[in-house]
């Protein structure tokens, strides 16, 4: 049956689009709808496609209905509007797509019949989904948790829409700004047979080209078993770009194909000519005889008469010099037709490529390194939005439908989750758009928390049987909580997204001094109340008025809740004792100071205030240590160079930094639970150096900004560690947060590198952690947030925190980095890190699971009074976990989700990597029948990664390396003896859908 409809969209005329009823494809999508080849000659794949940023120099909303012409003209709505009646109208044509969060919003307002069109073209293989993620993620500064959850709910609208034939088989990342090896390891987890970029170093380039290694096969993991973390990889020619000459498009400025003699302009014979000639010299950096060709750029296609009509005449003409000789065929395709050929080219071995793309330079002087910390409070409220959402994901599933409709209102994790997903994106996330699409990510990210409160809100009345006046106080780092500050009587409850037990501690801002705190059980809980900081004080900038914080530590179960009583007590003598506990006094005048618990001791000299120790107290062993902030001065260009720093490029003027200052002002606080050295640098840097009781690591809670511009120089401000440790420039860095890279200084492990900025050109993404170490000892530093970070010299660490620039770096954003902050005097952010000083032997088993309980904190929840009963048939608990037991201590609980009506998502990751606990680094078996309380599960079913391929249907193309073949099923033994059973290797993620029946 068929069926017709009038399309009226930019066109002057009403096309006429008939659709198949069985809405089959004739040939099928797929490999199975690549168009044909000649084999003896060199084909060109041109692929139309266009690069749609969700925000950047508008916001979301602007791109898709095309606002703010004077910023960019960039319409997404016209663009999709404009290519389907085209596509439609010749089967030759191709067309791919990225973004699915534009695509998502464009088919909520098409008509039936339109969707049926398009997915008559997306099942004859004519339109294509590339990707598939709900954005293009950066690479840098994302977090693998993150990268999966926004590349899986891309994936999910596709598979639900499109069934088999949106599945992307090629991975695209044409415009981020270098690579992460483990971002190829997701995509080949994934089910991807291939990965295509465009940006790459300059030197790196020029090499793969001289030596023809633009396509390699990428080694992504030094951990799973292969092939499963191998990938082809290709770097696209021309970046993203059509070649000069060849662009067609009302944002292009190129001659169109003129093809009739009778006028005036007739140009087909020279660009027929000069298409050959640059076809063919783009063919020697490569190895076979196919090419691809990016037709599209940036928000390309709003009129996609005009591309369309140049590339029928192009493919036309140059095909039609054949006759007279020419090996040059020209073909529309799409990046999984040419990866297909590629695949299928006889008696080729790839090479194999083991390290990353970073960092990324397109000049001598040119670095993409400083975004690695640009817009650091966005990069921190991106990682706390992650946690929340890991919270809400959770609490969906333990409680069902309660969550979503409850006492509170109707909560929903589905605008968290489309926020997230945007907030991904290689201009979001990363810190390189302008300030008010920033604002607008943030804004984003606050309407999904807000839906995401309503659910704890549900789900957390449902579990303990208690109606209560929740509180959510999200400014606790800035001691910032109005509607507890001067209460009586009020609950603390905690929420652990971990599926292990935890101990932390809470500080809650009071403007009492007397309080009792009972845990679940009614039993006494030690407590202290200590008066806000100065430094705080000045941060809050009268956003909160609370006099003193009360702190106590919580256990929580895993993958479950506590709840604390707190009473507000009468002054009383009582007090006047327990205040006077606390010492508070200045350093002058002692001969040392120092902090310590039972594990670690930290030194400072007495007279700088500044830390010149730290000391493993179990070990018996001690690491001199000195950490003070300096800055650098932000290169404005020079002679040399008129490159400057910008939101993208850090380029310092001068290769040593300024030190913040030679000593600091100190005062020490310490109590039965914690210690504390507050050091001030300068009017707008301070920190404090703490220490809890039980803890393992030294916390240092950094206060920086506004950074002052006043003298008309740029700064980008480092906290750095100096030691004697002898590391031979050699330091290490997380990717992603998962598997650790080594580091040289000055040294790219595939291509000898001319080094130009030996600052800027040595620093690395760190997204977790950095660390060095000599042959006994290691100092590792977790990061609460993605920063920029390197090893200038043997010995030290330094961490860029936060920069203020006075210039843009010319790649398009169009403004300097000068955030203003709350107050438009500039920003002031606010961050930690921890410090682990242990044997190298013995430090993963510290690092790991600490940088896991980072960024899976657990949730604080306040609320006013003692509640009234959720129902009358509920015992109320104050207390409870949805778990049988914890898991083992190499094994996370990635993700815990609801995936749609009937079934629901859990992740088990092995957290730690080969050989680097002798306790951890093994195969552990988890028996899921057995492990949550919460529900049983019904069935159980593997899927890959990003959940659109059951685990069992996976098959990827295989590929000849020259040694082993790529592609093929892992034969390692699991041990898997039912479906329950699920044996995990070092770094190995597996992905389940399962349906539960709730207990």
């Known amino acids: 049956m068929a069926v017709a409809g009038c399309v009226r969209l930019l066109l002057p005329v009403c096309l006429i689009l008939t659709v198949r009823g069985d809405g089959e494809a004739p040939g099928g999508c797929g490999y199975q709808a690549c168009p044909p080849v000649k084999p003896k000659m060199l084909n060109v794949h041109l692929v139309p496609h266009t690069h749609d940023d969700v925000g950047w120099l508008k916001t979301v909303d602007q791109y898709y ?57 997306v099942n004859e293989g004519r339109l294509e989904f590339v990707n598939g993620g709900w954005c293009m993620n950066d690479e840098a500064s994302t977090h693998y948790n993150s990268i999966i959850d926004q590349m899986t709910l891309g994936f999910q609208f596709l598979n639900d829409t499109f069934g088999e034939c949106g599945r992307p088989r090629v991975a695209w990342h044409i415009d981020p700004f270098g690579h992460s090896r483990e971002q190829a390891s997701l995509f080949a987890q994934m089910g991807f047979d291939g990965f295509f970029f465009g940006r790459l170093d300059y030197q790196d380039k020029e090499n793969r080209e001289n030596h023809r ?25 021309n970046g993203y770009n059509p070649p000069s000459g060849f662009c067609w498009d009302v944002l292009c400025s190129d001659e169109p194909v003129k093809d009739d003699k009778d006028l005036e302009g007739y140009n087909v014979d020279a660009m027929v000519s000069y298409f050959i000639q640059i076809a063919r010299q783009q063919a020697k950096k490569y190895r076979t ?19 369309y009509k140049n590339l029928d005449k192009l493919i036309e003409y140059v095909n039609a010099a054949q006759s007279n000789g020419s090996d040059v065929n020209v073909l529309y395709s799409t990046p999984s037709c040419y990866l297909y050929q590629l695949n299928k080219a006889a008696n080729l ?69 489309r926020a997230m997903g945007v907030a991904q994106h290689h201009d979001a996330v990363s810190g390189t ?18 839906r995401c409160e309503v659910l704890v809100s549900n789900a957390l009345s449902a579990l303990s049987g208690m109606k209560q006046n929740f509180i959510f106080c999200n400014k606790l780092n800035i001691s910032v909580c109005p509607r507890i500050e001067e209460l009586a009587k009020f609950t603390v409850t905690l929420y652990n997204p971990l599926a292990r037990a935890v101990s932390v501690y809470v500080r809650i801002p009071v403007n009492g001094s007397h309080y009792s705190v009972a845990d679940p059980r009614g039993s006494s809980v030690l407590k202290q109340v200590v008066p806000v900081s100065e430094f705080t004080k000045a941060v809050r900038e ?75 107290r179990q070990k018996n062993f001690s690491l001199p240590v000195n950490q003070n902030f300096y800055w650098y001065v932000a290169s404005p260009g020079d002679k040399e160079s008129s490159q400057t720093s910008g939101a993208y490029i850090f380029r310092p003027k001068l290769q040593t930094p300024f030190l913040m200052a030679k000593s600091a002002k100190t005062y020490t606080v310490q109590t039965d639970l914690f210690q504390e050295v507050y050091q001030n640098f300068s009017s707008w840097c301070s920190q404090v150096v703490r220490l809890y009781k039980n803890q393992k690591f030294v916390e240092l809670e950094w206060t920086v900004g506004p950074i002052p511009v006043g003298d008309h120089i740029g700064k980008e401000v480092i906290s750095r560690f100096d030691t004697p440790l002898r590391t031979d420039g050699t330091f290490y860095t997380d990717s992603n947060g998962r598997e650790i890279l080594r580091r040289r200084r000055d040294y790219r492990p595939t291509w000898k590198l001319n080094q130009t900025e030996p600052v800027a050109g040595n620093y690395y993404p760190v997204n977790t952690r950095i660390y060095m170490k000599d042959d006994k000892i290691q100092l590792t530093v977790l990061t609460d947030r993605s920063q920029g970070g390197s090893s200038i010299k043997d010995g030290s660490l330094e961490l860029m925190v936060h920069r203020r620039l006075l210039f843009d770096d010319n790649r398009g954003v ?28 013995a430090s993963a088993d510290l690092h790991r699971p600490q940088a896991q309980a980072e960024y899976m904190a657990p949730w604080i929840i306040m609320s006013e009074g003692s509640g009234t009963p959720y129902s009358t048939q509920l015992n109320h608990l104050s207390e409870f976990s949805a778990l049988k037991q914890d898991l083992p201590q190499n094994v996370h609980l990635l993700t815990l989700a609801r995936w749609d009506s009937q079934s629901f998502l859990i992740r088990l990751e092995h957290q730690f990597e080969i050989g680097e606990s002798s306790i951890y680094s093994k195969p552990v078996t988890v028996d899921l029948a057995n492990v949550f309380s919460a529900f049983e599960i019904t069935s159980i079913e593997e899927m890959s990664l990003g959940v659109n391929q059951r685990k069992a249907d996976e098959s990827r193309l295989i590929w000849k390396t020259g040694h082993e073949p790529l592609g093929v099923k892992s034969t390692s033994h699991r041990g898997d003896n ?22």
């Open 289 to 307: 005889n196919h090419i691809i060709m990016t037709m599209g750029s940036d928000f390309h296609f709003q009129s996609a008469d005009m591309w």
């Open 978 to 999: 039912s479906e329950h059973m699920v044996v995990l290797n070092p770094m190995e993620i597996r992905t389940f859908r399962v349906h539960i029946q709730h207990r």
């Open 213 to 237: 290694e633009m396509e390699q096969v990428w080694r992504a993991s030094a951990n799973l078993a292969k092939p499963n973390a191998d990938l082809f990889t290709g770097v696209l020619p």
């Open 65 to 121: 209905y095309g606002g703010r012409t004077g910023i960019q003209r960039a319409g997404v709505q016209y663009i999709l509007d404009s290519v389907i009646p085209y596509l439609y109208a010749d089967p030759a044509r191709r067309f791919i797509y990225v973004e699915v969060a534009f695509f998502y919003r464009w088919w909520k307002h098409q008509s039936e019949h339109m969707k049926k069109v398009v997915t008559q073209l």
């Open 814 to 841: 169009g403004e300097a980095l000068s955030e203003p902050g709350y107050d438009g005097k500039g920003l002031v952010v606010r961050g930690k890190h921890l410090i682990f000083l242990d044997t190298v032997d």
């Open 542 to 616: 009268g956003r909160g008025y609370a006099l003193n914080e009360l702190v106590f530590p919580v256990q929580v179960p895993a993958l479950g809740f506590s709840t604390y009583s707190v009473s507000r007590k009468s002054e009383n003598s009582v007090f006047s004792k327990l205040v006077w506990s606390v010492r508070r006094h200045q350093n002058q005048g002692q001969k040392e100071l120092a902090i310590e618990n039972e594990y670690i001791r930290v030194l400072f000299d007495a007279d700088t205030g500044l830390i010149t120790e730290i000391e493993n």
């Open 349 to 417: 071995t790839w090479s194999v490529k083991s390290d990353d793309f970073f960092p990324y330079a397109d000049g001598a002087h040119m670095f993409w390194t400083g975004y690695f910390t640009s817009r650091p409070a966005l990069k921190r409220y991106e990682r706390l939005s992650n946690n929340f959402l890991q919270v809400c994901n959770q609490l969906e599933v333990l409680v069902d439908s309660a969550a979503n409709s409850g006492p509170y209102g109707v909560g929903d994790s589905s605008v968290l989750k």
């Open 433 to 450: 758009e302008k300030q008010h699409v920033a604002d607008d990510y943030g804004k984003l990210l606050a309407k999904g928390w807000g």
